[in-house]
C-alpha cells in the first residue's frame, strides 16, 4: 500500500510521459503527425524537453499550460472509475496490478467498517 499525492504526480510527470510516448519522443517523430492523439498540440518531444525542465515545486497549472490539458495530474480512481478531484489517494498491489483507491472512496469504505463497529 503506498499514498500517492499530487506532488508526486507532478514529480513523476515526465517519466510517465516519456513511458507514454517514448516511441515518438526517441525516434523524433511526432504523434500528431500520425494523427492518433490530438490530445495535446506540441510535439511529444518538445513536451517532453518542457516537462524534464520544470522547476520542482511547479504546480499541476504549469503541467497542464505545457501539455495543454490537465488529465495528467489528474488521480484516477479504480474503485469509483471517476477522475479524482482529490490530491491524494492510495495505490494497492492486487492480483499483479496496481490499484488505485481515491481519498474520498476511502473515507467513505472508512466510515462502513465504522458505523458496522
Ligand atoms: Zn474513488
New binding site residues.
Partial sequence: MKLITEKDIIRDVAKVWHKQYSKYIDSGEDINVANFDMSHQKPSKQIYEELLNLDPNAAAADIASIIGNDSWTKIF?D??G?I?ECKTAVQFHVNYEDVV??R??IIKALNIILQSE
Fill in positions: 480512481c474503485v469509483c471517476e479524482s483507491m481515491c474520498k472512496c
